[in-house]
């Protein structure tokens, strides 16, 4: 695998580095812009491992600018007409980081992951079993494995710190920390647009099992989507033609890495263990083959 066609870790000479995420470097601009750098790096159970996944990068900046933009008339997002050709001037660098770059407005980011569910699975059925609720929210008895929910719902969680697992909240820890019209408004936006997205979705051999969003205030207050939208990493994407209830469905995304991480004696913490090629690449074309079909 060619080194120069995947990127682990940017470094950006003249921009302060704001932080570095799971996936994305974040830099500063100016008082009003951010440069977001999507890497290559790929965490499972919430580790980084150390090889990166060729084309990772770009597929999900491409799929995220895809549908901030079908959902302009839904709400407004970060998204600017500035590229990194306008903010950085290192022009040997510039190669590595155009097509996984995007320059955006500096907001403000609500202290929650907007998670929206279409299906029953993850820590969702794991709620469901426990309890008979998903965040509070009370569900029919006897439903299964991956089954299509009754209505889409809207379940929050908090955002964790580095290397912890976001918890689940109600409805109503999102009002204490946000305010009731807030609250309403980023639930009702967050339904809409994945209403919207897994229809399209569909059509196109594609089940969006569930995502999760973030927002963001200006200082006038104004809500924007912002982050990454749709991607697989954001959220679960299934093949219609291999969905079946009853069963964790095959999908779109690091399926393959937890597969082959779940044959190894590792502890899931940190450092996480080299992957092999052929698990790297499968992985890849995975993305890949999502955002054919979505795009």
């Not at 929206?116 to 008895?141: E, F, K, M, N, T």
């Amino acid at each position: 695998m060619n080194s120069q066609d995947t990127l682990f870790e940017s470094m950006i000479p003249g921009l302060p580095l704001i932080g570095r995420g799971k996936v994305r470097d974040i830099y500063s601009v100016d008082e009003d812009h951010l440069l977001i750098v999507t890497t290559d790096r790929l965490s499972a159970y919430d580790v980084v491992m150390p090889d990166p996944v060729p084309m990772k990068g770009q597929i999900l900046t491409r799929l995220s600018v895809f549908w901030f933009r079908m959902m302009t008339d839904l709400v407004d997002n970060h998204l600017t007409d500035r590229t990194v050709d306008d903010v950085v001037e290192d022009a040997d660098i510039l190669p590595s980081l155009r097509g996984r770059s995007l320059v955006v407005k500096r907001l403000k980011p609500l202290p929650i992951e907007a998670v929206v569910r279409g299906y029953l699975i993850g820590s969702g059925w794991r709620d469901y079993q426990a309890s008979g609720q998903v965040c509070g929210i009370r569900l029919p008895p006897g439903l299964r494995q991956a089954e299509q929910l009754p209505q889409t719902l809207f379940t929050p969680a908090t955002k964790a710190e580095a290397g912890a697992h976001d918890e689940n909240i109600s409805y109503d820890a999102v009002v204490e920390l946000i305010g009731e019209k807030l609250a309403q408004r980023v639930q009702e936006l967050s339904i809409a647009v994945y209403q919207r997205a897994a229809a399209y979705a569909l059509e196109r051999g594609i089940i969006i099992a569930d995502t999760k969003f973030e927002f963001g205030l200006d200082d006038e207050g104004r809500l924007f989507l912002i982050d990454e939208v749709l991607t697989p990493d954001s959220s679960r994407f299934w093949p219609v033609d291999r969905y079946a209830v009853g069963i964790s469905p095959p999908s779109f995304d690091k399926q393959f890495v937890r597969d082959y991480l779940d044959t190894l004696d590792w502890d899931r913490t940190a450092p996480g263990p080299e992957l092999p090629a052929d698990v790297l690449r499968q992985t890849s074309e995975k993305y890949q083959e999502a955002s054919a079909r979505l795009m």
